[in-house]
């Protein structure tokens, strides 16, 4: 484990933030880190750009960190795991809720490496949890009250996508919005084109615990949190 300072924080919402960290971290798109807030647990967090993590309220840690200051040491593990594999192509991001943290990054990852397009499609409960929206040329979104874009969830969106239009599909999100999307691609013989990020509960983020083992025996931590959607047995 290595410290690293807080330099930035940008509240987003009453229960979501960014945390910036003082320094650049070597990582790719889908990586995360385990971080420790001293006197709480240690929890993994994915990197939504080279040198942040977003976190949502969801527990006495996080709420520390959705709380933090800027000039807090944090202890850090990491960066860890697969990351999504990039495309100068055509590429298609599916984003629900806090998801949208390491898809962030491998937006602007795709940008910098010249992808001829990216389509954001972004779901959440509300207009207010719909964070980083002026970030994205091209978004269709959806919340679950109505309040932005399509009423519903981002799912509803996908459906209608004609996915021959793209070389690669990410998605993240809570799983059972996954195994939804999931069926979809399946349904539309596309599921070689998709790659999901899969959160579970982790302890020692190297593969050693086995805490985040999932059906196929597969590790989320080491062998993910990217998998290919083929991979999975949904």
């Given at each position: 484990?290595?410290?690293?300072?807080?330099?930035?924080?940008?509240?987003?919402?009453?229960?979501?933030?960014?945390?910036?960290?003082?320094?650049?971290?070597?990582?790719?798109?889908g990586q995360f880190v385990m971080v420790?807030?001293?006197?709480?647990?240690?929890?993994?967090?994915?990197?939504?750009?080279?040198?942040?993590?977003?976190?949502?309220?969801?527990?006495?840690?996080?709420?520390?960190?959705?709380?933090?200051?800027?000039?807090?040491?944090?202890?850090?593990?990491?960066?860890?795991?697969?990351?999504?594999?990039?495309?100068?192509?055509?590429?298609?991001?599916?984003?629900?809720?806090?998801?949208?943290?390491?898809?962030?990054?491998?937006?602007?990852?795709?940008?910098?490496?010249?992808?001829?397009?990216?389509?954001?499609?972004?779901?959440?409960?509300?207009?207010?949890?719909?964070?980083?929206?002026?970030?994205?040329?091209?978004?269709?979104?959806?919340?679950?009250?109505?309040?932005?874009?399509?009423?519903?969830?981002?799912?509803?969106?996908?459906?209608?996508?004609?996915?021959?239009?793209?070389?690669?599909?990410?998605?993240?999100?809570?799983?059972?919005?996954?195994?939804?999307?999931?069926?979809?691609?399946?349904?539309?013989?596309?599921?070689?084109?998709?790659?999901?990020?899969?959160?579970?509960?982790?302890?020692?983020?190297?593969?050693?615990?086995?805490?985040?083992v999932i059906e196929n025996g597969l590790?989320?931590?080491?062998?993910?949190?990217?998998?290919?959607?083929?991979?999975?047995?949904?």
């Amino acid at each position: 484990m290595f410290t690293l300072r807080v330099a930035k924080v940008v509240r987003h919402t009453e229960e979501i933030s960014t945390i910036y960290f003082n320094r650049i971290l070597r990582s790719f798109p889908g990586q995360f880190v385990m971080v420790n807030v001293f006197g709480y647990e240690e929890i993994p967090l994915s990197l939504s750009s080279p040198r942040s993590v977003t976190v949502k309220m969801v527990g006495e840690t996080t709420k520390a960190l959705v709380n933090i200051e800027a000039g807090t040491i944090l202890g850090v593990r990491g960066p860890f795991g697969n990351p999504f594999t990039p495309t100068d192509g055509k590429a298609l991001i599916l984003a629900g809720g806090i998801g949208i943290a390491p898809l962030r990054y491998l937006y602007h990852y795709l940008r910098r490496k010249g992808a001829r397009k990216i389509k954001v499609l972004y779901g959440a409960k509300t207009a207010e949890e719909l964070i980083w929206l002026n970030e994205f040329k091209e978004a269709e979104c959806s919340t679950e009250d109505g309040s932005f874009g399509r009423k519903g969830d981002v799912v509803s969106i996908f459906r209608n996508i004609d996915f021959e239009g793209f070389d690669k599909i990410y998605c993240c999100g809570k799983e059972e919005m996954l195994r939804k999307v999931y069926r979809i691609l399946e349904e539309n013989g596309a599921i070689e084109k998709a790659e999901f990020s899969l959160e579970r509960y982790m302890r020692c983020g190297m593969g050693i615990c086995g805490s985040c083992v999932i059906e196929n025996g597969l590790r989320v931590c080491a062998d993910g949190p990217v998998f290919r959607a083929e991979e999975l047995d949904w």
